[in-house]
């Protein structure tokens, strides 16, 4: 009998909140979206470890020193630990104490994902700057 009763009121509370549901859903107006973070085909490149592109572009003319997103070329190759391309761009005239719009350097940044090879590169390249 107890068992009745409570079925019967379970069932009765779930008809009741079907009974008030909607099945009606809003219209949704579409709206433009526009991407948040504009990063230029030089530094996708660089992030993605593609070092032919990355020669290609900078004998282009691309500047290696040019910001995207708020990151130099540098900044990205330290971050994503690209360590034959951090070399290129070191030897074409990379400033290694640029800083992002969010006050870091490359050291810092590599720093902070662990790329630990692209960190040494980037003290060794700074070491050799100050003894000259």
Do not use: W
């Not at 960190?119 to 390249?125: D, R, S, T, V």
């Amino acid at each position: 009998m107890k068992k009745t009763i409570i079925i019967s009121a379970v069932a009765l509370c779930f008809s009741i909140l079907t009974v008030n549901a909607e099945t009606d859903h809003p219209v949704v107006k579409n709206y433009d979206v526009e991407a948040f973070f504009k990063v230029n085909s030089f530094c996708v490149s660089i992030a993605k470890g593609d070092f032919e592109t990355v020669k290609k572009l900078i004998d282009r003319g691309a500047d290696v020193n040019a910001k995207s997103n708020g990151m130099t070329p540098a900044m990205y190759a330290a971050k994503f630990n690209r360590v034959e391309i951090l070399n290129l761009l070191i030897a074409e005239g990379a400033n290694l104490k640029a800083r992002s719009d969010k006050k870091m350097t490359a050291a810092d940044y590599a720093e902070l994902h662990g790329a630990k090879d692209a960190l040494a590169i980037i003290e060794q390249a700074t070491a050799k700057k100050k003894k000259k």
